[in-house]
């Protein structure tokens, strides 16, 4: 039982690059998430998936897009890379909006 | 904005009880206290929540006023892996977001 994992675990992307952030869970959860760290600060939502089919915005959502692939999986994608998302990145889920979230180990992302 | 205040940093010998205290004067009838802590930059770990009763489980203790309006985290013997920042979010059970606040970075001491 991984938990929560996620790829890649480090990157580095020139600006107008795009990429995938993937995140998989094997807890059978229904809900999954997208969170940002920047140095020193708290996670901000980015986007979250309720459930399989259906994803919202949070609170930055702004210069990413996210899929749900089917119950597992969560990917997060960044169209064209800018320095302002240079941030670590973290994955997680729930069994349902009310629950514990189980948060995966983190992205790091540099985009120069 | 974070709902919860809490100080930047604490110490504490290793071997004794951590008390990390929390602030939410704003929260709502329905809202839960939970904590969380982040080891070096590591995805956040989950320790323990309450609606208004104490509660305990293998990692902690919380401790939540009758009010409502603080709680305090107690970690009862803490060794140097206890090293973290620890944070205290109030979540509305209706909502799937948690908003983190910069936390208490605890500094365990040998």
């Known amino acids: 039982n991984a938990g929560v994992t996620q790829t890649p675990k480090f990157q580095v992307l020139k600006t107008g690059q795009s990429m995938t952030l993937q995140c998989a869970q094997d807890?059978?959860?229904?809900?999954m998430y997208w969170y940002r760290q920047d140095p020193g600060m708290g996670l901000r939502l980015i986007y979250y998936s309720a459930s399989e089919g259906t994803t919202d915005k949070g609170e930055v959502p702004n210069g990413y897009n996210v899929s749900r692939l089917n119950k597992r999986e969560f990917s997060l994608r960044l169209e064209s890379a800018a320095p302002s998302q240079t941030s670590v990145y973290f994955c997680?889920?729930?069994?349902?909006?009310?629950?514990?979230?189980?948060f995966g180990p983190g992205t790091r992302l540099t985009v120069l | 904005d974070a709902k919860t205040t809490q100080p930047p940093s604490m110490d504490c010998a290793e071997g004794r009880a951590a008390n990390l205290p929390c602030n939410h004067s704003t929260i709502s009838g329905n809202e839960y206290v939970y904590w969380y802590r982040q080891i070096h930059s590591q995805g956040p770990q989950y320790i323990i929540h309450?609606?208004?009763n104490n509660e305990t489980n293998e990692m902690a203790s919380l401790i939540i006023t009758e009010d409502r309006k603080s709680s305090t985290l107690i970690l009862p013997h803490a060794t140097l892996r206890d090293t973290a920042v620890y944070y205290c979010i109030v979540k509305d059970p209706g909502t799937y977001k948690y908003i983190f606040g910069t936390g208490t970075r605890l500094k365990v001491l040998a």
């Open positions: 997680a889920s729930s069994e349902a909006r009310a629950d514990t979230q189980y």
């Open positions: 807890m059978n959860h229904n809900s």
């Open positions: 309450g609606l208004k």
